[in-house]
C-alpha cells in the first residue's frame, strides 16, 4: 500500500494536480479525488477533514508516516499534514481503497 500511494503522490504533484496543508485540503475537497494525511494531524484538524470529505463523498487515506516524512515525499522541505490529490485514476483509487480494507482486518 506505502509504495502504491507513494507513487500516486509523486505522480500527482508532477501533474501539478495537488494541494498541501489542512486548509487547502478542506477548502478543495469538492474538487478532490482523494485526501492523504499524515500520522501527525491534529485531532480537531482530522475531525474537520473527515467530516468535509465524508460529506462530498472523497476517500481519505492514511500516509503511514509523520508530516516531515510526507513533506520530504512530496519535495519540499517542511512539514505537510494533509495533501489534496485532484487527479487520481479510478483504477488507481480502488486499488488503494481495496488494500486499505485488506490492511485493517
Known amino acids: 500500500m506505502a509504495k502504491l500511494l507513494e507513487k500516486i ?6 501533474d501539478g494536480k495537488y494541494a498541501f496543508g489542512t486548509k ?12 492523504v494525511l499524515s500520522n501527525s494531524i491534529a ?7 473527515q467530516e468535509a470529505a465524508k460529506n462530498s463523498k472523497v476517500p481519505t487515506l492514511n500516509y503511514n508516516g509523520s508530516s ?17 490529490l485532484k487527479a487520481l485514476s479510478d ?3 480502488k486499488a488503494i481503497t481495496k488494500e486499505l480494507e485488506t490492511e485493517t482486518k
Open 68 to 84: 516531515v516524512e510526507l513533506g520530504r515525499l512530496c519535495g519540499t522541505q517542511f512539514r505537510i499534514s494533509a495533501v489534496s
Open 9 to 14: 503522490i509523486k505522480d500527482a504533484i508532477e
Open 43 to 49: 485531532d480537531k484538524t482530522l475531525e474537520k477533514i
Open 24 to 35: 487547502e485540503a478542506i477548502s478543495t475537497v469538492k474538487s478532490s479525488k482523494a485526501i
Open 91 to 93: 483504477t488507481n483509487l
